[in-house]
């Protein structure tokens, strides 16, 4: 779930490998099958679409197309495991989030589900809240499905993999 690719271009430009991929090119990230079972990773970095805030892409995979919450919170945490599943033990997953109300659901707290489904796929949180404030940045061509106006900031929830005697401790 690469976004707009700003991740890839600040790993390309400080010479860090970076594997970037995203439903625009074919990649759904919420199939399990999509993983290799070889590749084990120190860091994912991860900004997935918000249920119906804003649509991203018009492919039916795309999270941000699932037609109820119940499904959009079912692929997202398949997501999440597969990320589990894909970290090296102490390895760090970075999920970049927010909350929104939404004009028929109400307020849809998607960082309280992110941490909910991170912490079932066995990961815990490693540090505080990044929080990251808009400052107004929007574009005049994106179309919210808010009631009113979007939400002002993000937030940043670093999880980790905890190594595989940790996971035994009660």
């Not at 084990?40 to 039916?60: G, M």
């Not at 066995?122 to 009113?148: E, M, N, P, W």
């Amino acid at each position: 779930m690469q976004g707009s690719g700003t991740c890839r271009d600040v790993c390309n430009d400080l010479d860090i490998p970076c594997l970037s991929w995203d439903i625009h090119q074919g990649f759904d990230a919420c199939n399990p099958a999509e993983f290799s079972a070889t590749d084990a990773f120190d860091f994912i970095w991860s900004h997935p679409p918000y249920w119906r805030q804003k649509l991203y892409a018009d492919d039916p995979r795309d999270l941000s197309r699932s037609p109820t919450l119940e499904h959009f919170l079912r692929r997202y945490g398949q997501f999440l495991r597969n990320c589990a599943r894909a970290l090296k033990p102490g390895g760090k997953l970075a999920v970049l989030m927010g909350d929104y109300s939404d004009r028929e659901e109400g307020f849809v707290p998607l960082v309280y589900h992110t941490k909910r489904l991170a912490f079932a796929a066995g990961l815990r949180q490693c540090c505080t809240d990044i929080v990251r404030f808009s400052h107004g940045a929007s574009g005049s061509k994106k179309t919210y499905r808010t009631s009113f106006i979007p939400g002002l900031h993000d937030t940043c929830v670093v999880f980790e993999r905890p190594a595989a005697s940790e996971r035994s401790r009660p």
